[in-house]
């Protein structure tokens, strides 16, 4: 069945400094979202994308989807303790209304 | 609207006791799912339920079963709880409109099994 690869697991920075994640799908994607889980809470939805090589921004956030559209990334640009939390993507294909969701990327930011 | 509601938000039990896990949307989506989070684990996902009356399988349905009630709610029953079960638990409704597809969890509840 469909995998989806989140790298890294967990990334620890100092405020200010730059993040990404990343995910990588086994099979062709229809679109991929990202959602956001903060410490304690429930995810929350923040994008989705659905075209090859789509780029998409939220202010200090960068969400590109890939050529193949087999893999995608979040960037955070000079992160604040506010982007603490845990970043899923998931993926889905064809008529699939099951996503597949990455294990997620764990972002700790150092004041 | 509420979006997704769950209860309860913690629970203790004890192994082999049973129960219900409650929940509900209240904005008119055919789908609805039911995942587990654990540490490292990321989301895995128990049941899911397309639309009224269907309900499937998703990666670990062992020791649950599932009820869609109707529309809006979608219940998950634990029937002999094991330390295994320990986790906490998500229940999440699927939008699929035109242009864009988005889930929506409820709080999620705690459970824990001694």
């Known amino acids: 069945g469909q995998q989806v690869m989140q790298i890294p697991q967990y990334q620890h920075v100092q405020e200010g400094e730059d993040f990404t994640t990343y995910c990588n799908s086994s099979?062709?994607?229809?679109?991929i979202q990202w959602y956001k889980q903060r410490p304690g809470g429930h995810p929350v939805f923040l994008i989705q994308?659905?075209?090859?090589?789509e780029v998409k921004k939220q202010k200090r956030l960068t969400f590109q989807f890939g050529e193949a559209k087999k893999n995608s990334s979040l960037h955070i640009t000079a992160t604040q303790t506010t982007d603490v939390g845990t970043y899923f993507c998931a993926g889905t294909s064809g008529g699939s209304y099951i996503p597949t969701f990455g294990r997620g990327t764990s972002l700790i930011v150092h004041p | 609207n509420a979006g997704v509601t769950q209860t309860p938000k913690f629970q203790v039990l004890k192994t082999g006791q049973s129960m219900t896990l409650q929940c509900a949307q209240d904005m008119n989506h055919n789908s609805m799912y039911w995942y587990r989070q654990d540490p490292g684990m990321g989301l895995r996902l128990i049941y899911y339920?397309?639309?009224?009356?269907?309900?499937d399988k998703g990666e670990v349905p062992n020791g649950y079963n599932v009820s869609r009630l109707n529309k809006r709610e979608f219940s998950l029953r634990l029937e002999s709880a094991a330390p295994s079960q320990t986790s906490v638990y998500f229940c999440a409704s699927y939008k699929r409109g035109r242009f864009q597809e988005t889930q929506y969890f409820g709080p999620g509840t705690r459970l824990l099994v001694l």
């Open positions: 994308l659905v075209k090859s090589g």
């Open positions: 339920s397309a639309s009224e009356g269907t309900t």
């Open positions: 099979t062709t994607l229809s679109n």
